[in-house]
């Protein structure tokens, strides 16, 4: 890796069949830009064409935005849904949702990074094919640089005319306030990349920066709970905006720039002489479901047999 705003990610941004044949050296790779950059600007606008695309879709279209949102988490009940007049309880969920690996048993969160890579991994065919940009990949909002322009959010993301931008989120960021306070200490990545085994990685990179950066983009610093939010979603008010909720986290179009980082630092470990792959008796320790929709789509879902093939090489 040349420098800090290129970064080549194996897996997640080649092209693979839905059959998991996965591609040889030669095939096409695409390339994951810091959202700031340059050379991520046709990216950014890729990603706000497809997603005004996708936010017009009907929520039971596998390729928009509501149902993409919905495979990570959604409430259990919302009484008055004015964006998804089919979902109204848990009897209501469609194929795939709620399958994020953030449960109450705590098991299943073995396989955090892993879901979460083939996550946005087939979000980014579906941007890919409705924006017509054929090279296009996820950036990344490299909020654990050093660099301070990428404490903030990106403009795209704070303009109320962008189909990025989202109300329902800490008003500091969308008002171009840099990161600062209680979270640079959860931004911190040295003892994170000390760690020499997978399962210890994979958890700690769940608390921090994963989980403390969903509840900065909802709340910024705040713990009292006092704020209030719309939130577009429940249709209701809730006290955190929402990347501050699982639930609702999806929903935001920033959730899926924040992802790409958390890949960005789970490769640049994997790539350390710390750094460990997930086995195939940890992948089956905890059972889970890996269910998709590609860019048409259609279904796709994997045994843990067929995650253990994809080739990330140091």
């Known amino acids: 890796m040349k420098n800090l705003t290129k970064f080549f990610l194996i897996l997640a941004l080649i092209a693979m069949t839905q059959s998991c044949q996965w591609p040889t050296a030669n095939e096409h790779r695409y ?4 959202i700031h950059s340059a050379e991520a600007k046709p990216h950014v606008e890729a990603m706000q064409k497809a997603l005004q695309i996708m936010r017009a879709k009907n929520c039971t279209d596998p390729t928009s935005w509501y149902y993409q949102g919905a495979i990570h988490w959604i409430p259990d009940t919302i009484k008055a849904n ?8 848990p009897a209501d969920l469609r194929e795939a949702w709620d399958n994020c690996t953030h449960t109450p048993g705590g098991q299943e969160k073995i396989h955090f990074l892993v879901w ?5 991994y087939h979000f980014e065919k579906i941007v890919r094919k409705l924006s017509g940009y054929e090279d296009f990949a996820l950036p990344y909002w490299g909020y654990t640089n ?6 903030r ?4 993301f704070r303009d109320p005319k962008s189909s990025l931008y989202e ?4 008003s500091g960021l969308n008002n171009g306030e840099p990161i600062s306070g209680e979270i640079e200490r959860a931004l911190y990545l040295g003892k994170l990349f000390e760690c020499t085994d997978y399962k210890t990685f994979n958890l700690q990179m769940n608390a921090a920066p994963h989980g403390a950066m969903h509840d900065y983009i909802g709340a910024g610093n705040d713990t009292t709970g006092t704020l209030q939010f719309n ?10 905006g929402l990347m501050g909720w699982v639930p609702t986290a999806g929903f935001d179009p920033i959730f899926w720039m924040h992802h790409s980082n ?16 997930i086995t195939i008796e940890e992948l089956k320790s905890a059972p889970w479901h890996y269910v998709f929709f590609d860019e048409n789509g259609k279904k796709v879902e994997y045994t843990p047999e067929e995650i253990i093939k994809i080739k990330m090489t140091k």
């Not at 109300?167 to 800490?170: K, L, N, P, S, V």
């Open 31 to 34: 390339v994951r830009y810091e």
């Open 82 to 89: 004015l964006l998804c007049q089919a979902y109204r309880t």
């Open 116 to 120: 979460h890579r083939l996550y946005i």
């Open 146 to 151: 050093s660099d301070p322009n990428q404490k």
């Open 153 to 156: 959010l990106q403009a795209n």
């Open 167 to 170: 109300e329902c989120r800490y």
């Open 231 to 240: 939130n577009p979603i429940t249709n209701s008010v809730s006290n955190t």
């Open 262 to 277: 958390i890949d960005r630092l789970w490769q640049q470990w994997t790539n350390s002489r710390n750094g460990k792959m």
